[in-house]
């Protein structure tokens, strides 16, 4: 400790401050706990400096623990991260409507504006039960954590799988679309789609990284701006239409942009084909009681208004797009430069002008950033996955920034794969769509019915009812998705839905499997060691690196031995000459090697030497650490060599000494050894 006098404010006052070493790294927490600061976890090779510095402009500085409660959202951040993904789905689920009714010519168009309300109908329903799991399961998880608590294990594990899925999806179909929204302004970039899509993935992977907050800062502007766009495109369309009777809106009979004839009559199984494309408007609604941890206090409370905001605004968007779709005869067209549907909406209600630019970026924008609401679900709940033993651990690791690292970057991953596999092809990408979603829906919804049956509180009848008539519709739809969309791709899904569970339960059952070898009975209490142990150090010489390990060596056990494996006999000899003058008391064993190998007949020696079958052998293996890394390609890597092949041998405890090349540099100038090197 070191201090000084110090002068008070009085005449006379005179105190001493006292300093530890130690009080720049940690601070005292309790008897026998310190607790880490900031310069604890600095870095302190220049190469780890320089990384950590790019690392801060990039991702930001690292954050403590005790500060995740400040990068909880709020309800207008929340609206903006968490239902991105729902609301932007109103610029292409129309269009997926569309795509179908026009193969039964331009007479069925008119069905499109049924199928939106029925679909937002189904949202209303989907809206409500998702509110009601917001508060019964405020941990977050949505229909995992549902289905964990009431149902068999399986299901959880399917609503997981289907969860994940439609996760990627969300980021592959809204990055693919937004591309379409740039095109359509600007046809020239149809060729770099694919490039484009990527890049956008990336900027969302790093806004992300950079924590939930920061990500809210970044994402709040272009989510407003597309809600206040999108309701003024709408509404110019709708006034048009029905106070201004535009002349080029001609109703539901004749159209002013000529369809095709048609090949395929109007009949149910037609309208199911449109209701189930339609239906991804619905995905993302169950991201926001999924991440109920993620906003501010009180969580489930703000969580539950967050959603029911963002489902009035995906209804009102979304009708009001089919509406003046139909009303203007709009449809999908598939030329090279082709025009989404939204683009046609936008000129036809606001023109060329500067609107309809501000409504395309905005578009866009909002599609790129729907994929966050993945970005901050996926990583989560594989989190809660990997807490549960079902996801690798590192899934539970939090970054510098307080952000779930190892998910969010697999699933940026995947997502660029797709980009690159479809093209960059919404409409390719939309069969893999929404099947997932619906089956989690479903999932949850029977799960909250038998939460309700066994939790009677207040006013569990009619909560029970809701979830019962969410249960039904949302069943009925993933029958029916998964039913029309199986042929154009939804199969894959369908394969991939049992394999993850598969892989999930092998991953439990390892982890379950190592537990039970580690477990230690709690009323065992261990002693000192009651089996004897010796150490084995293999030297290639006499330097400072090896002679830092016999001295290490001779600090943990009393058999102490050199092991020296050589071809070269008379070499050996010379060694054993002055091994025994400079280092008695440790005998030296010459393995000869005619075969020229190191590695097993290092290992065979090891075999054959133990008299105690009992015995822990320690083997302390020198390591050589050169000044900068490309030097390591001038030194021989058997240390590594040896390490592989003894970790997990029976009764083998593998130690590393390393020796820093600094050492030797500063010895040779006459420097004396520092602290833990030996004097040689």
Not at 104 to 128: D, Q
Request: glycine share 8%.
């Amino acid at each position: 400790m070191t201090g000084g006098p110090l002068r008070g404010r009085r005449l006379g006052d005179r105190r001493v401050r006292i300093e530890r070493p130690t009080s720049q790294y940690f601070r005292y927490a309790g008897q026998g706990v310190v607790t880490a600061k900031a310069k604890a976890i600095e870095p302190t090779t220049p190469g780890a400096r320089a990384w950590a510095r790019v690392r801060g402009i990039f991702v930001g500085r690292p954050l403590a623990s005790e500060q995740e409660i400040e990068e909880r959202l709020d309800k207008k951040k929340a609206l903006a991260i968490l239902s991105s993904d729902a609301i932007s789905s109103s610029a292409y689920a129309p269009e997926e409507i569309l795509r179908v009714l026009v193969l039964a010519g331009a007479s069925a168009l008119y069905l499109t504006l049924p199928v939106a309300i029925a679909i937002s109908l189904l949202l209303a329903i989907v809206a409500v039960s998702y509110r009601q799991i917001g508060y019964a399961y405020p941990s977050g998880g949505g229909a995992y954590a549902v289905a964990g608590a009431n149902l068999p294990r399986v299901f959880a594990l399917v609503a997981a799988s289907a969860l994940l899925i439609d996760y990627v999806m969300t980021v592959a179909v809204s990055t693919s679309s937004a591309i379409e929204q740039i095109y359509s302004a600007f046809p020239a970039l149809f060729d770099e789609r694919v490039e484009i899509a990527v890049l956008a993935i990336a900027i969302i992977l790093l806004g992300n990284l950079r924590g939930i907050r920061e990500s809210g800062n970044i994402f709040a502007a272009p989510t407003y701006v597309f809600i206040f766009s999108a309701l003024f495109v709408v509404g110019s369309g709708l006034v048009k239409v029905l106070v201004l009777h535009d002349p080029l809106a001609h109703g539901y009979d004749a159209q002013a942009i000529h369809a095709p004839a048609g090949g395929e009559a109007i009949g149910i199984f037609l309208l199911l084909r449109a209701f189930a494309g339609g239906s991804v408007a619905l995905t993302g609604t169950e991201a926001i009681a999924n991440a109920v941890p993620a906003f501010k206090p009180p969580e489930a409370r703000n969580a539950a208004g967050t959603l029911v905001a963002m489902a009035t605004l995906l209804g009102v968007i979304f009708i009001g797009f089919a509406a003046v779709s139909v009303a203007y005869g709009v449809f999908p067209v598939d030329i090279p430069t082709k025009q989404s549907v939204p683009s046609l909406v936008a000129r036809l209600s606001v023109g060329d002008g500067p609107m309809f630019y501000v409504f395309q970026f905005s578009t866009a924008l909002i599609l790129i950033l729907a994929s966050n609401t993945s970005f901050n679900a996926f990583p989560r709940l594989a989190a809660i996955l990997a807490k549960d033993r079902y996801f690798p651990s590192q899934f539970m690791f939090r970054g510098d920034r307080l952000a779930f690292t190892t998910g969010i970057l697999l699933l940026a991953g995947v997502a660029a794969l797709l980009m690159v596999l479809f093209g960059a092809d919404t409409h390719a990408l939309i069969p893999l769509y929404s099947v997932g979603v619906f089956v989690s829906f479903t999932i949850s919804q029977a799960g909250m019915v038998r939460h309700w049956r066994s939790e009677h509180g207040p006013g569990w009848r009619r909560r029970l009812t809701v979830n019962a008539i969410g249960m039904a519709c949302t069943g009925s739809v993933a029958v029916v998705v998964a039913v029309v969309k199986f042929p154009a791709g939804a199969w894959l899904v369908v394969v991939l839905i049992p394999a993850l569970v598969l892989l999930m339960a092998t991953i439990h059952w390892l982890y379950e499997e190592n537990a039970r070898e580690l477990a230690v009975r709690e009323d065992r209490v261990f002693g000192q060691p009651h089996r004897g142990q010796h150490a084995v150090v293999p030297i290639s010489g006499i330097n400072r690196a090896t002679v830092q390990a016999i001295v290490f060596a001779r600090t943990i056990a009393d058999d102490v031995r050199a092991v020296y494996v050589t071809d070269d006999l008379d070499e050996a000899e010379h060694l054993r000459d002055r091994f025994e003058r400079q280092l008695p008391g440790v005998p030296l064993v010459v393995v000869e090697s005619p075969y020229r190998q190191l590695v097993r007949p290092l290992i065979s020696y090891l075999d054959v030497m133990v008299s105690d079958p009992a015995a822990v052998t320690i083997v302390v293996l020198p390591e050589w650490l050169a000044r900068h890394w490309w030097e390591r390609v001038l030194h021989n890597r058997n240390a590594e060599r040896i390490r592989t092949e003894l970790v997990g041998r029976p009764r083998t405890v593998v130690v590393s000494v390393p020796y820093r090349a600094e050492h030797a540099s500063d010895h040779g100038n006459g420097a004396p050894p520092g602290r833990g090197e030996p004097d040689a």
